[in-house]
């Protein structure tokens, strides 16, 4: 059965504190692994999809990278304004079903 | 380019009445997925439909039904609700038929059941 497991399960920073989010998968055949933003009370915001092992991809902040069993979302010097719930989820069977893991509450203090 | 509507946003429905949820995907996309997040079980997927069929299915009963028309709008139903099956209820949709693709998220219909 695939597994998604993500830790912390809540994260404290100071403004400006770099810090990084661990995803770990167990999963037969990989086909992509999502990251997403949610807000409360909103629907998730795509951020990356990474495809194989190595690829690493930024936005703003905000940078993920891939291994074998695992991913990391990098926020270097954070903002109040990314604090929000960060999920990510593979994709491994045909079509576009996603396994998710249980998130990162992020909170950035000012 | 209008992202995932979803409709309504909010609804309160009692216990053993049904429920239908819409959903329109992002123009040209064909790829439905509907999922469930709760606080306790997070995001867990309902069912995937592409083309009008149905090719993904989540571990939840049969009275959580759906499907996609002609024109790749999607509809989710739940019957006979329960109190457990309060919950955001998310659809997403793609422009693939399978991966390489990203999957973009609606805001949610917030559903409560009383």
């Known amino acids: 059965e695939d597994q998604v497991t993500q830790s912390p399960e809540a994260l404290r920073l100071q403004e400006g504190e770099s810090s990084s989010l661990n995803c770990s998968y167990t999963?037969?055949?990989?086909?992509?692994l999502f990251w997403y933003r949610q807000d409360p009370g909103k629907g998730p915001e795509f951020l990356f999809t990474l495809y194989s092992a190595g690829e690493e991809k930024e936005k703003e902040r905000l940078k993920a990278t891939l291994t074998k069993k695992e991913s990391f979302l990098h926020i270097t010097a954070p903002k109040p304004e990314d604090s929000a719930t960060y999920l990510c989820?593979?994709?491994?069977?045909?079509?576009?079903?996603?396994?998710f893991g249980g998130g990162t509450r992020v909170l950035v203090k000012p | 380019k209008a992202g995932v509507t979803q409709t309504p946003r909010y609804l309160i429905k009692t216990r053993g009445q049904q429920v239908t949820l819409s959903c329109s995907p992002i123009?040209?996309?064909?790829?439905v997925s509907w999922y469930q997040q709760t606080p306790g079980q997070g995001l867990q997927f309902l069912f995937e439909?592409?083309?009008?069929?149905?090719?993904n299915k989540g571990n939840f009963p049969g009275r959580f039904s759906g499907r996609q028309f002609s024109n790749s709008r999607s509809e989710m139903n739940v019957s006979t609700l329960e109190l457990g099956d309060s919950a955001l209820y998310l659809c997403a949709s793609s422009g693939s038929s399978s991966g390489g693709n990203t999957i973009y998220f609606g805001e949610g219909s917030w559903l409560t059941v009383v």
């Open positions: 989820a593979v994709q491994v069977a045909a079509g576009n079903k996603l396994t």
């Open positions: 999963v037969s055949g990989l086909r992509g």
């Open positions: 439909y592409f083309s009008e069929t149905q090719r």
């Open positions: 123009s040209g996309h064909r790829s």
